[in-house]
């Protein structure tokens, strides 16, 4: 074999090398759950995964992955995993998520804490109401505000059971999602 041969078959060899090693190995480390897959259609946020989601939400922002907590992406204004970091994507995936189902838990969980922080002071105004009893003055003040909550509580559509999860923690899981306390195991 000639020396010029020799030079091209080790050339190949070199770079197949350097393609082979520069390839990322995304799903090394990667554990299969039931949060890596988009959840079926009828399928209940459970304790299990609001818990799951809480972890992960709070180490995601304690280490700003993505620059997620920095660039404050909403997905009210976007898509789902495709209006992400990559890197943010698979930081999800080593952690067992699928992004999109992630960030669809995140707006749901939202609006479970909406819906019963409303309804805690709505209760605590008609409560308040009762207390003030003949002030005409205040008492019409608040049966305005008490209206326009139940209107709010009206258009919210949220799942009986899921809301169960969240009132039993509710400020627990206000404070996580504000990224201001972290999921304790």
């Known amino acids: 074999m000639s020396h010029t041969k020799k030079l ?6 070199f770079i197949f090398l350097g393609l082979i090693l520069s390839t990322p190995l995304t799903d090394l480390g990667h554990f299969s759950s039931r949060y890596d897959r988009l959840p079926e259609q009828d399928e209940l946020l459970d304790m299990a995964e609001l818990n799951s989601f809480l972890r992960v939400w709070s180490e995601m922002l304690s280490k700003d992955v993505g620059r997620y907590a920095t660039q404050q992406l909403s997905l009210s204004r976007g898509t789902t995993e495709d209006g992400f ?101």
């Not at 309804?119 to 305005?144: H, T, V």
């Not at 799942?159 to 201001?180: F, M, S």
């Open 85 to 185: 970091p990559p890197q943010l994507v698979r930081w999800l995936k080593r952690q067992g998520w699928h992004a999109g189902r992630f960030f669809d838990d995140e707006q749901k969980i939202r609006a479970l804490v909406r819906y019963a922080a409303l309804e805690q002071n709505l209760n605590a105004n008609r409560k308040l109401l009762q207390e003030l009893g003949k002030d005409a003055g205040a008492a019409s003040g608040l049966r305005e505000i008490i209206s326009r909550q139940e209107r709010q509580l009206s258009v919210l559509k949220v799942n009986p059971q899921e809301l169960e999860l969240i009132r039993a923690n509710l400020y627990q899981v206000g404070e996580i999602l504000a990224g201001k306390a972290v999921l304790k195991d």
């Open 8 to 13: 091209l078959i080790a050339l190949a060899a």
